[in-house]
Nanobody, 121 residues
Framework: QAQLVESGGGSVQAGGSLRLSCAAS??????MGWWRQAPGKERERVAT???????SYADSVRGRFTISQDNAKDNLYLQMRTLKPEDTAMYYC?????????????????WGQGTQVTVSS
């Protein structure tokens, strides 16, 4: 049964850290990634990682966030450091079966339910 389940969200003060996790089942993905969406805003690609552990980051999080996966590629993580209030959003784990990690949201086929991250100033 295909499923993506995120965990690790919560409330933290600016400058703090959180680690998000995503447990995946029923997939053989080429790419996994994290997306986020704040109220009234477009969904934004945060970070991606492919089957060779090559990573990509949005400019807004590069240097602060780290995406990783386990050897079986069925668990995805996002280590978030130096969090800012503008990082506040619902964070989603997503999977793409494309041979290269795509930029477009439409090319990501499977999504988790989301986990809320709130950063206070």
């Amino acid at each position: 049964q295909a499923q993506l389940v995120e965990s690790g969200g919560g409330s933290v003060q600016a400058g703090g850290s959180l680690r998000l996790s995503c447990a995946a089942s029923g997939y053989s993905p080429y790419c996994m990634g994290w997306w986020r969406q704040a109220p009234g805003k477009e969904r934004e690609r945060v970070a991606t990682i492919n089957v060779k552990d090559m990573t990509s980051y949005a400019d807004s999080v590069r240097g602060r966030f780290t995406i990783s996966q386990d050897n079986a590629k069925d668990n995805l993580y996002l280590q978030m450091r130096t969090l800012k209030p503008e990082d506040t959003a619902m964070y989603y784990c997503a999977v793409s079966v494309w041979p290269q990690c795509p930029d477009s949201q439409a090319a990501w086929q499977y999504w988790g339910q989301g986990t809320q991250v709130t950063v206070s100033s």
